[in-house]
């Protein structure tokens, strides 16, 4: 949903100077840019913001926390959320702001703020204390935003129809070793649209002989979004999913010791996804449409 918003006004952003070295995290930086349409309408002093930069997807990770702006000059925290500055030799174009205005509009029109799982939940992003009841609380009460950082869970998370868990910079899931249940992450059948985007599910820590799933949602009636999600080592397949109205955009599943994604989805569509080294199947099932998806090294076959 964040691209659908501002894909068509950032495609006319260009970075004119500023921003081409890679100082140390949290540097404070002015950047120039241009815009084909005069001044980006949302950037404005006195407005915090977040911006991801750069529309080659090798450089997708750094964000720029904009601090202060004239218009056509934005002062930025370089390397927020603790991505890691990159270098530019040439101009380069903004991929996405994300204003915090915006924030507040998060979800199809509703007036709901964003629930920040750390500092209104009191989730630990340094993994130590379980965070699992913190970002559940947080889903009942709106749209959910991850800082960066490892969450620990005992247990699954329930996501329903509508709610939604958002990264801007690296946030990971991680099943503990005494996990008890079987998928780090449920989607509920229901109305409304479950949401997934930027976020990292890690199964490593699960203990040897468990049974478990990164995401499952065997349902007739669901719709998801899942964009930039990456899905690893677990003790199952990463994915298992059924429904209509998927849309999986650039999902990566892999060292997993089932298949990657075991799907029976209609209307749907793969856009960008890959499957990588899992002991299985990289795709297996039915899924209606993919494009430019990928698999390699899984040890029973790619698709099936």
Known sequence: MLTELFAANLARTTVVSGGMS??????IETLTVEEADGVFPVIREGVEQLHFKDRNPKHGEEIFCCIATDGNHWQVIRGAEGTVPVHHDRRFTIRQVLTAE???????????????????????????????????????????????????????????????????????????????????????????????????????E????????????ETRVLEAELRRVRIYGFSNSGMIA??????????TSSRNFGSGYELDIDESLLLGCRALENNRYGFTGIYREQVGCWSRGDKR????
């Open 301 to 304: 076959g790619d698709f099936r």
């Open 206 to 217: 699960l203990a040897a002989g468990s049974d478990t799933y990164g995401i499952f949602a």
């Open 242 to 251: 059924s429904g209509s109205g998927w849309m999986l955009e650039r999902v």
């Open 22 to 27: 890679s100082p140390n995290s949290g540097a």
């Open 102 to 204: 915006f924030l507040q509009r998060l979800g199809m029109g509703s007036t709901t703020e964003l629930c920040n799982a750390v500092t209104g939940f009191g989730a630990d992003p340094t993994g130590q204390t379980l965070s699992g009841t913190a970002i559940s609380q947080a889903l009942d009460s709106g749209p959910v935003y991850l800082p960066t950082g490892i969450y620990s869970i005992q247990l699954p998370i329930n996501m329903l129809p509508g709610q939604s868990i958002i990264s801007f910079g690296n946030a990971v899931i991680r099943p503990t070793s005494d996990f008890e249940g079987d998928t780090a992450i449920e989607l509920v059948e229901g109305a409304g649209i479950i949401r997934l985007d930027n976020i990292t599910l890690d199964g490593s």
